[in-house]
């Protein structure tokens, strides 16, 4: 049991960027849309995610720095303050669409308006954020979150037909009536929900929160290199659902309960309940991460004292940022803008603001004064520059592919 | 030493293992025969926004100068001879609770923070 | 001793500023201070490493000993440390943070 | 200076930029722009009554929760609605765009209407017979895609 504890902080991180409520219907619209025509999508953007996040996690043990502690002393006060504003404007956006996307979740079992659940979700979230241990936090809603296996079992009892499924897999591109430029925006959409820059962020400051020490670094990589793929797994499971149900009804998929139908399909009520629940765990979880990295990256950047394992009088200035975060989150969804619409916008930028973040990571995860002779080795530093080399591919055709395709619409 | 890769911006942490802050900028003195030596770590909002210029740095100066206790007192200043020692952190030989209190810190603290109930019990 | 009226100095005014040769051609900008510690304990500034670049930060890719992964090396190489040098204090007899006249001759 | 030449090509860069923006989006749409519009439209609403035949199935087969199935209709009602808004705000620019026009306009109608009354069916055999209609729908709406692609 303690075994499985121990990883909670990795499918918890992963959880927030593989499965919120962006990727949630991101990837059930990808596949809808390209059937698993996206799979090396996510095969790619776990690798990376991986590999930086083995990296930051180590950098962390080792030292006990963070990854925008990193940041900081690496690109200089103005550098880090632009991607700071940068990484600080995703995360409050995608905070906001995570309450949305809880709202969701709670709508859909109770058919009350989401927007009536925002401000009772804020509440809760805060009050958790504030009181609970940190550690019960990641365990009950890691776990809960792998509720979403659901989507696994719903594939198999779907009856696929695989054999097209591995032709779109190995042979990937648009198919009819969809054009490259939408096939290539939903990649980087993906690509960068893989790495969003607040799991590093959420990743490293846990492992500081956790205490991690160089004793840990076993622990460090069980979680990454079982969390994310599991992460990864789950992102995938429904995208083949959604492939297998809506592909040949030609159907797009743009809303929560769309969605889960497949669950329902496949195992009735139970399997609905099933995948409800995960989402809400889910969407919970990448809302406490997102939350929480609106603090750690504020205090990081300046120094401040941060953390659930002091008290909130002894890290005031965290806390408040905090609520700060909290609350304009609400406040954006109180525009009744749509949360599904608005994690859509934020993976576009976070495409953009993620080179600023790996590069320090990669340099750092080189340096012997933090790191001794646990510096990268062959692999991680050949596999490190060519994630950096897609990233900053990503980056820059992000935002080009958002007003061609406008927002994959076609 | 390099001074600048080694200090500036690095995270200061007190005897405890407490932050402190950042190194924000680093006050240099002179010897008798003129070599600058490092004097003292300066920390806070009024060093970070002079060092980044601008507007906005001129902003983020004037904001903690107006927050502090007593105007014109300039950042908060750490000895070097405190120091002891530099790692991944720059270490201080002594608690936080012997150096003046952050200012944004102390009114977020008083005005906000301790008007909320469980503010003292750690999580 | 700086006079009494004449704030102390800031790492970062020196930082960024040029250094000229006794020519008065352009040597760099400095972009770190190498210290050491003196008989009364003290981090005194032995030199300043000057680079010819305007990116100031060098990621820590000024130092001697090299480690980073290749494509990084090559950027840093490329980018940054074109003319990297190093200038011993004394050479700098009338530094300060405005006026910055260099070396007698190039270092 | 240089640093201000810089700032003023960014500027001048950002500017036209933007004027281009305002132009794409101000100028009066014609036919191409239509027929996406049309298309669009299309896909909505043969989503939205598509995923109202599918709920109503799972509702026929017990599959569903009440609030789950109210809340996946309001959806879909809502992006049918909002499918129709669009339709009637556009004026169609030539006679091509008129034809397609009447030809999506009626089905929608009738669309909006089975979907309404499979979300508000109290009995399965109108359940039934409103999803039956919604599939009948579907398979218009998806000739129509197919031909208008």
Same mark, same amino acid.
């Not at chain 1, 499924?165 to 990649?187: I, K, N, R, S, V």
């Not at chain 2, 001074?3 to 680093?26: C, M, N, S």
């Not at chain 4, 090509?9 to 923006?21: E, M, P, Q, R, Y």
């Not at chain 4, 508000?120 to 729908?137: G, Y």
């Given at each position: ?410 | 030493?390099?001074? #600048? ?34 004097? #003292? ?13 601008? =507007? ?7 904001? =903690?100068?107006?927050? #502090? ?14 120091? #002891?020692?530099?790692?991944? =952190? ?34 | ?107 | ?17 933007? /004027? ?56 879909? /009602? ?6 129709? +808004? +669009? ?13 397609? +026009? ?36 579907? +398979?218009?709406?998806? /000739? ?6």
């Amino acid at each position: 049991m303690k075994r499985v504890l121990s990883i909670a902080l990795g499918i918890l991180t992963a959880i927030g960027g593989f499965v919120d409520i962006g990727d949630i219907v991101a990837n059930s619209e990808a596949g809808a849309r390209f059937g698993v025509a996206h799979a090396w999508v996510l095969a790619v953007g776990v690798v990376g995610i991986c590999s930086y996040a083995e990296m930051s996690g180590r950098v962390s043990a080792v030292s006990g720095r963070a990854v925008f502690d990193l940041v900081r002393e690496r690109l200089g006060p103005r550098v880090a303050l632009a991607n700071l504003a940068g990484s600080l404007l995703v995360t409050v956006l995608t905070l906001g669409a995570e309450l949305g996307g809880v709202g969701l979740a709670l709508q859909l079992a109770s058919s009350v308006d989401y927007l009536l659940w925002v401000p009772v979700v804020a509440v809760v979230l805060w009050v958790a954020l504030w009181r609970v241990k940190f550690s019960m936090l990641e365990n009950v809603f890691g776990l809960t979150g792998l509720v979403l296996i659901v989507f696994v079992v719903a594939f198999l009892r779907l009856r696929p037909d695989t054999g097209a499924l591995w032709h779109q897999a190995t042979d990937p591109g648009p198919p009819a009536g969809e054009d490259w430029g939408t096939y290539w925006f939903f990649a980087v959409a993906l690509f960068a929900s893989a790495l969003t820059p607040y799991e590093v962020f959420f990743f490293s400051s846990g492992a500081v929160e956790e205490q991690w020490t160089a004793k840990d670094l076993r622990t460090a990589r069980f979680n990454v290199f079982l969390g994310f793929p599991l992460g990864g797994l789950l992102a995938f499971a429904i995208m083949l659902s959604s492939a297998t149900v809506f592909g040949p009804r030609q159907m797009s998929v743009d809303t929560l309960a769309q969605v889960a139908m497949p669950t329902a399909l496949a195992l009735g009520k139970l399997g609905l309940a099933a995948a409800i629940l995960g989402f809400f765990a889910a969407t919970f979880g990448a809302a406490m991460e997102t939350g929480l990295s609106t603090g750690y990256t504020v205090a990081q950047y300046f120094g401040w004292d941060w953390g659930k394992l002091r008290r909130p009088r002894d890290a005031a200035r965290f806390h408040t940022v905090l609520i700060i975060g909290i609350v304009v989150g609400v406040a954006l969804l109180m525009t009744t803008i749509d949360p599904i619409q608005l994690t859509e916008y934020t993976l576009v930028f976070s495409a953009v603001a993620l080179p600023l973040t790996y590069l320090p990571i990669l340099v750092v995860a080189n340096d012997r004064d933090y790191l001794g002779d646990r510096v990268n080795g062959r692999l991680a530093n050949s596999v490190g520059s060519v994630y950096l080399i897609v990233v900053v591919a990503a980056a820059v055709a992000a935002i080009p592919l958002m007003l061609i395709t406008r927002m994959g619409g076609g | 030493m390099l001074v #600048a890769f080694q200090l500036l911006d690095r995270q200061i942490l007190d005897r405890d293992g407490r932050p402190v802050g950042k190194v924000d900028d680093i006050e240099l003195g002179r010897t008798e025969v003129g070599v600058p030596y490092v004097a #003292a770590l300066l920390v806070g909002q009024q060093a970070l926004g002079d060092r980044i210029g601008g =507007a906005l740095g001129r902003w983020i100066a004037g904001v =903690a100068r107006r927050l #502090a206790p007593a105007p014109g007192r300039g950042p908060m200043r750490i000895g070097f001879d405190l120091v #002891a020692g530099v790692d991944s =952190a720059v270490n201080l030989s002594v608690s936080r609770d012997q150096l003046p209190d952050p200012p944004l810190e102390a009114w977020l603290r008083d005005h906000v923070i301790d008007r909320i109930p469980g503010a003292g019990h750690a999580s | 001793m700086p006079p009494e009226h004449e704030a102390p100095w800031r790492v970062s005014m020196l930082l960024r500023s040029e250094v000229r040769d006794g020519a008065g051609r352009v040597l760099g900008r400095i972009a770190d201070l190498e210290t050491r510690r003196d008989p009364q304990g003290r981090e005194t500034v032995e030199a300043v490493v000057i680079t010819a670049g305007r990116w100031g930060r060098l990621l820590g890719y000024e130092r001697r000993e090299r480690t980073g992964p290749w494509l990084l090396e090559q950027l840093a190489r490329y980018v940054l440390r074109r003319r990297t040098g190093r200038v011993p204090w004394r050479d700098l007899p009338q530094a300060s943070p405005d006026r910055h006249e260099g070396p007698p001759g190039p270092a | 200076m240089r640093g201000r030449g810089r700032m003023w090509i960014a500027a001048t860069a950002l500017v036209l930029l933007w /004027t281009g923006f305002a132009y794409d989006l101000s100028r009066p749409p014609d036919g191409s722009d239509y027929h996406r519009t049309v298309l669009q439209i299309t896909r909505t609403a043969h989503d939205a009554a598509a995923t109202g035949a599918l709920i109503g199935r799972q509702q026929l087969d017990g599959q569903v929760f009440g609030p789950f199935a109210v809340s996946a209709y309001r959806d879909a /009602t809502r992006a049918m609605g909002s499918a129709r +808004r +669009r339709l009637t705000e556009q004026a169609p620019p030539d006679g091509t765009s008129m034809a397609q +026009r009447d030809r999506i306009a009626p089905i929608l109608g009738a669309a909006a209407d089975h979907l309404g009354d499979a979300a508000s069916a109290r009995d399965d055999a109108r359940l039934r017979a409103a999803v039956d209609d919604l599939e009948h729908d579907v +398979r218009q709406l998806a /000739t129509l895609l197919r031909a208008w692609q």
